[in-house]
């Protein structure tokens, strides 16, 4: 019953931003350390950034400095705030738990392009 609706991708120029929502339901959010992902054509899927239940945060090196990760647990829903956006960050992203050992549904995810 877990349901993640991912929003906010676009087309967005090199050095631009965007900020993603990720909607939650079917779960204690509050109680689960959240993530986001992306995957590009032909890649694996890869960990983008991550926080815990206690507001830890963790973020791959290739976005370090650049996206922001935050959650609302009143509003269920986690933020991925992606500032001076590069052509490699093109991907579709997608939200989950952060431990994917729990093998949560992925949902459709939202795609960002990042291109002049």
């Known amino acids: 019953q877990v349901q993640l609706v991912e929003s906010g991708g676009g087309l967005v120029q090199p050095g631009g931003s965007l900020r993603l929502s990720c909607t939650t339901s079917?779960?204690?959010?509050?109680?689960?350390?959240m993530g986001w992902y992306r995957q590009a054509p032909g890649n694996k899927r890869e960990m983008v950034a991550t926080?815990?239940?206690?507001?830890?945060?963790d973020y791959a090196d290739s976005v370090k400095g650049r996206f922001t990760i935050a959650r609302d647990n009143d509003k269920k829903t986690v933020y991925l705030q992606m500032n001076n956006l590069k052509p490699e960050d093109t991907a579709v992203y997608f939200c989950?738990?952060?431990?994917?050992?729990?093998?949560?549904?992925w949902g459709q995810g939202t795609r960002v392009t990042v291109s002049s």
């Open positions: 079917g779960m204690i959010f509050s109680h689960n350390a």
């Open positions: 989950n738990h952060a431990y994917t050992r729990y093998e949560w549904p």
């Open positions: 926080m815990t239940v206690t507001g830890i945060t």
